[in-house]
């Protein structure tokens, strides 16, 4: 049975920063795309960050290039966003996805396996 479990979310002042985690099980997680996506209240999900299975190739949301950065310890099983210089607007739901098929950006595919997310929010 496939377990993706976020962690590390919390609340936190407008320019400050939040380390999220992501800890798999069930799954070769060396083979898996994995991704890091937020949903906003009245919005849609969307892609942050994700990364290859080999962790040589990423991808970015441009609303958080150069604050953000996504990596994954294949030998812990586990995907990690740290992110800096949070805003306001960076207050979601976090979600973790993995899936053995990616798109061209790397992120999981729509077939992958979700957490059942962290919130992060961002206060003035």
């Known amino acids: 049975q496939v377990q993706v479990v976020e962690s590390g979310g919390g609340v936190v002042q407008a320019g400050g920063s939040l380390r999220l985690s992501c800890i798999t099980s069930?799954?070769?997680?060396?083979?898996?795309?994995m991704g890091w996506f937020r949903q906003a209240p009245g919005k849609e999900r969307e892609p942050v960050a994700c990364?290859?299975?080999?962790?040589?190739?990423?991808y970015y949301a441009d609303s958080v290039k150069d604050r953000f950065t996504i990596s994954r310890d294949n030998a812990k099983n586990t995907l990690y966003l740290q992110m800096d210089s949070l805003k306001v607007e960076d207050t979601a739901m976090y979600y973790c996805?993995?899936?053995?098929?990616?798109?061209?950006?790397?992120?999981?595919?729509?077939?992958?396996?979700w957490g059942q997310g962290t919130q992060v929010t961002v206060s003035l």
């Open positions: 996805a993995a899936g053995d098929t990616g798109t061209i950006n790397y992120c999981p595919a729509s077939s992958a396996h």
């Open positions: 069930g799954l070769t997680f060396d083979l898996y795309y």
């Open positions: 990364v290859s299975a080999s962790g040589l190739l990423t």
